[in-house]
């Protein structure tokens, strides 16, 4: 039996999950002298590099990136295998730890609203849901201080997803499966990815409005900003429309891949349910970070980040990432057969999202690297310059492998 991976952590939260190696800041200056980028005319080096992920063992690629004055929107290979349908960059798919970013962003409209507040204890709400709810804060769920054990590292809980994805699971079923673990450290003593701490979010939004949480997320984000592409599914395992189907990569030569597109959505419910396109994230991002979705105040809340690596910093369901080309603002997504990045920059003029659906294995280094190429050109691309060149990303000494490695660890 193929071993289960570990999902919606931080890139996708395996050792082998989301390669990213951006070049780091502290990459020397002769590495950061980056060139012009391509005119949308000239984009064949991103095409490229999706081509070659395919090559490469991935059944599909996309990628969209915003420079703020032009847009790319490229795709390669298979939305399905078989029968064999094209991927294009429309394409709908399982977003993962995205959907964090769409439900911290209704938890802080609730805060202006005077509904709820970050320093509100999980005790408040949900009395004797978890072990010391009473000095675990609203604020430590959303941005990983909260100690809070992560259910998708349980052992029968990853068995279980391999064997029965689409078999649905209460939140509070979840919550019981982190439980049976210690926490990982006292509340507010340390930073550890905890998609419990999410599902315990929207179990408080739900208990603070009487609303389903999806409900909540449709009126206030997806029905407001036209994100005609965007659910949030509650029961269906199974993605409507246009969609790319996510795949398990074969272990064994000559072996068929694995469709792993049908998961029941309560297996994930706020820590990463949501369905959505290229196009809406970039809207959803682009909203947000221009203030339309939150007031002055409560976005600098959201963005107020917990350092966590001198070029990595958390914050409410939000992260910044320095490169060579610039800071980064946004999440990536891990979930059964699918990886996605969504980045942006500060003022959400600029984006890149990049999609994989398929599931690599591990010791398929050809794939990762090509992988880490895509994503350090699209963000590159996305400031209007192209990466350094690898022999300088090599003199660095520091990827982001590395650092992924450490802090999952």
């Not at 690599?360 to 990762?368: I, M, S, V």
Request: charged content about 15%; aromatic content about 8%; hydrophobic content about 40%.
């Amino acid at each position: 039996m193929t071993k289960a991976p570990r999902f919606w952590t931080l890139f996708a939260a395996v050792r082998a999950a989301l390669v990213f190696s951006l070049v780091l800041v502290m990459a020397p200056a002769a590495a950061l002298a980056a060139a012009p980028a391509p005119t949308p005319a000239g984009n064949s080096a991103l095409q490229g590099l999706l081509d070659e992920l395919v090559a490469n063992g991935a059944s599909g690629a996309l990628a969209r990136v915003d420079d703020g004055h032009h847009t790319w929107r490229l795709a390669s290979g298979s939305a399905r295998l078989q029968p064999r349908q094209p991927l294009t960059p429309a394409a709908r798919y399982r977003v993962g730890s995205v959907t964090k970013t769409f439900v911290s962003t209704v938890t802080l409209q609730l805060v202006g609203e005077g509904r709820l507040r970050l320093d509100d204890t999980v005790e408040r709400w949900l009395p004797g849901l978890v072990p010391h709810g009473e000095a675990i804060t609203l604020r430590m769920l959303l941005n990983h201080t909260s100690g809070l054990f992560d259910y998708t590292e349980d052992p029968a809980f990853i068995e279980r997803l391999t064997n029965d994805p689409t078999n649905p699971a209460s939140p509070r079923q979840l919550i019981a499966i982190a439980r049976m673990h210690p926490p990982t450290f006292p509340p507010g003593e340390g930073w550890s990815y905890s998609n419990t701490g999410y599902v315990v979010v929207g179990l408080i939004l739900e208990a603070a409005t009487h609303q389903p949480v999806e409900r909540l997320v449709r009126q206030r984000i997806i029905g407001p900003l036209g994100l005609t592409g965007t659910t949030f599914p509650t029961r269906s395992p199974f993605i409507s429309g246009y969609h790319a189907h996510g795949y398990r990569q074969p272990t064994a030569p000559g072996a068929p891949y694995l469709d792993v597109t049908p998961f029941s959505p309560t297996l994930a419910w706020t820590a990463g349910a949501i369905i959505s396109t290229a196009d809406d994230l970039r809207r959803f991002y682009g909203a947000l970070l221009r203030g339309r979705l939150l007031r002055p105040a409560l976005l600098e809340q959201m963005l107020t980040t917990v350092p966590v690596l001198p070029e990595f910093g958390y914050g409410l369901g939000i992260y910044a990432q320095q490169t060579a080309c610039g800071t980064v603002w946004g999440h990536d997504g891990g979930i059964p057969g699918y990886l996605n990045v969504a980045f942006n920059d500060r003022s959400g003029r600029r984006s890149a999202e990049v999609m994989l659906p398929t599931e690599p294995t591990d010791d398929n280094e050809a794939l990762w690297s090509s992988l880490q190429l895509t994503l350090d050109a699209a963000v590159c691309q996305m400031f209007g310059l192209v990466p350094p060149s690898e022999a300088s990303a090599a003199r660095s000494g520091s990827t982001l492998l590395d650092r992924i490695v450490t802090r999952q660890e």
